[in-house]
């Protein structure tokens, strides 16, 4: 096939980027609800989870869109 | 007996499987780790070794059947999973990959093999195990590659961002390539394991305690439910092949990501 090495790179794309939303989530999520904790707040969990996806997604783009 | 399937437990009514299923006893209790799981990981171990040593002893440019299917499933793990994903330099990943295939596959498939039925990598560990393998193969290969200092800058920032971002995308891209990606790794095949064992479980054993009931009405549903087992355990072939290619995938991919030059 002419189009496998295409196929390839989408499937590694796929992959990583589900690694990167879990992370991002994971991460500035879990920081905001420690924050929440200490603070002993309540919206910053949501905040952080916000930051985290819209992080995830900015570097989905600057690693897989740019090109 | 209770070793080797840990079912029925006592009461009236039906006891719907749960995580207890999965705790089976030791075989003697004289060796306390010796368990059913532990047991098929040994002889998957056997079976893989013996089959394709008999089926390479005697290669010939005419392959029998054995060596056919032998070099099928060779030539699918070297030719579909590492040289297409790695590239030039995926022969020297060929074993490590194919020996996870053929152990991970072997291991799923005791799932629905008849008297054995118990999929090892539903107990957490066995996936942690070889996630750990995987990540430590392919943060080795990486710092082989590229230095330890490279490596982790190559990993921590991304080129072309303006500097007070990386304080948002650094810890990120550090979560990914050392948490979430041998977890996701393991855990994916140890959900879809342990969901099918279950799932498998349920229907077998409700179709059995439908049989055994004493309403005639119940006693008429039971076939369906026996027969909804079956093509379940169909469905589960396809899903344990499916894990053990992409658990084998999602290395090979790593791999290839650690060897890449550009980011």
């Known amino acids: 096939m002419t189009n496998e090495p295409a196929n390839r790179r989408d499937e590694n794309a796929l992959w990583s980027i589900f690694g990167y939303l879990i992370s991002g989530l994971l991460f500035w999520g879990g920081a905001g609800w420690a924050a929440d904790h200490f603070l002993e707040t309540t919206y910053l969990t949501l905040v952080g989870l916000l930051v985290g996806a819209g992080g995830a997604l900015y570097l989905i783009w600057l690693r897989f869109g740019r090109e | 007996m209770r070793a080797f399937v840990n079912l029925y437990a006592a009461?009236?009514?039906?006891?719907?499987?749960?995580?207890?299923?999965?705790?089976?006893?030791?075989?003697?209790?004289?060796?306390?780790?010796?368990?059913?799981?532990?047991?098929?990981?040994?002889?998957?171990?056997?079976?893989?070794?013996?089959?394709?040593?008999?089926?390479?002893?005697?290669?010939?440019?005419?392959?029998?059947?054995?060596?056919?299917?032998?070099?099928?499933?060779?030539?699918?793990?070297?030719?579909?999973?590492?040289?297409?994903?790695?590239?030039?330099?995926?022969?020297?990943f060929v074993p490590y990959l194919f020996t996870l295939f053929t152990f991970v596959l072997t291991n799923n498939i005791f799932g629905i093999v008849p008297f054995l039925q118990f999929p090892a990598m539903s107990h957490v560990a066995f996936p942690y195990v070889l996630a750990l393998f995987s990540f430590g193969v392919f943060h080795y290969v990486g710092i082989r590659k590229k230095g330890l200092g490279s490596y982790l800058k190559e990993i921590a920032f991304m080129p072309g961002v303006p500097k007070p971002v990386y304080i948002l995308l650094t810890p990120i891209e550090i979560a990914t390539f050392f948490l979430v990606r041998p977890l996701t790794l393991s855990l994916r095949l140890f959900a879809n394991m342990f969901a099918g064992h279950l799932l498998l479980l349920v229907f077998i054993m409700g179709g059995d305690y439908m049989l055994h009931d004493s309403h005639l009405i119940m006693k008429l549903f039971s076939p369906f439910s026996f027969a909804f087992g079956i093509a379940l355990t169909f469905f589960e072939f396809m899903v344990q092949c499916l894990q053990a290619y992409i658990f084998t995938l999602l290395t090979a991919l790593y791999i290839a990501g650690a060897l890449a030059d550009e980011h």
Do not use: C
């Open chain 2, 11 to 92: 009461g009236d009514g039906f006891v719907p499987p749960s995580t207890n299923d999965f705790n089976l006893p030791p075989l003697t209790e004289s060796i306390p780790w010796l368990t059913k799981p532990v047991l098929l990981v040994f002889l998957s171990v056997i079976l893989v070794s013996v089959f394709f040593i008999l089926s390479a002893r005697k290669a010939a440019v005419v392959p029998s059947k054995l060596q056919f299917a032998g070099e099928s499933i060779y030539a699918f793990v070297r030719n579909d999973l590492a040289r297409d994903v790695i590239g030039h330099e995926f022969m020297r």
